[in-house]
């Protein structure tokens, strides 16, 4: 697994988590608001601004028929017609390059998740460096080949996948021309809950498809994504808006600016706090070693006298004999008159 660059980032391990700020349809239809946003996940410090590429007519058909209305219970979007929620949440084709110049403008780097593959043929023409495929295009073999055919860098999420789905999946895009993949630990709901969301699962995907592992996330929070860090994740996606409270088709479960500029910040801290097996003092530690416990005489002691539990004590700072030799002494005596406060050593002792 060795580090993926793209447009001057490093991606991997033992490089900073790479965050991703995806807008989605939280744009509502708005060129101004999208370049807002782009603006607002730049200031908050996300490294990738993500959008989406299709049209309602490349996501499904626009007829009413079962399976082309949403049904189920706890939906976010439970009632709405296919056709009519794609064609209120996309990203109109048009507004793509002002987005992709923006985020380059602010040090971002701009990419996207094409839905088939005249979205692919038009992001080659914008010259991205990075393609994203979505949960629910996870098993579309033909899409994979397609993009894995430009031998660009394939983020892929496996949402609802099983270990054989993503065998193929990762197989088709190697053998189709990508070498560079990250998968992305991913639960296909919206909300997602924490408990729902198994990212135990980061280290096995790594090993078992010796590939970079990431997360795609729609818990609400931060916590959830740090925690990833700690379990090997290079990448962090989430969805982001400027406010809940504007709505929009994605708005409920994306995280607002001073939400992911705490993203940014934590998922740093703990790729940081990572660092390597080690034991015994570091080299900041070092100083502290003085406040440690030592033995000092706690009472006037004079020559000859017998160390007792009275005139000795195991105290703070550390500038005396370790406490482990505490009974030792009290078998001792001093060869000098000691005053309260001096610390112990073995000149002093008989």
Known sequence: MSIIKIEGAMIGIGQRPFIIAEM?????????????IVEAAAKSGAHALKIQTYTANTMTLNVKGKGFVIEDEGNLWKGRHLYDLYKEAYTPWEWHKPIFDRARELGMIPFSTP?????????????????????????????????????????????????????????TAREAGCNEIILLKCTSTYPATADNTNISTIPHMRELFNVQVGLSDHTMGTGVAVASIALGATVIEKHFTLSRADGGVDSAFSIEPHEMSALVEETERAWQA???????????????????????????????????????????????????????????????????GTPLCWELLS
């Open 24 to 36: 989605s349809g939280n744009h509502n239809q708005s060129l101004e608001r999208a370049l807002e």
């Open 115 to 171: 839905f088939d593959e005249t979205a692919v043929d038009f992001l080659e023409e914008l010259d991205v460096q990075l393609y994203k495929i979505a949960s629910f295009e996870n098993n579309d073999i033909p899409l994979i080949k397609k993009v894995a055919a430009t031998g660009k860098p394939m983020i892929i999420s496996t949402g609802m996948a099983t270990v054989a789905e993503l065998d193929e999946t990762v197989r």
């Open 274 to 340: 990572m660092g390597k097996v080690t034991y015994g003092p570091t080299e900041k530690e070092k100083a502290s070693l003085k406040f440690r416990r030592s033995i000092y005489v706690a009472k006037d002691i004079e020559v000859g006298e017998a160390f007792t539990k009275e005139n000795i004590k195991v105290i703070r700072p550390g500038y005396g004999l370790e406490p482990k030799y505490y009974e030792q002494v009290l078998k001792m005596k001093s060869n000098k008159k000691l005053t309260a």
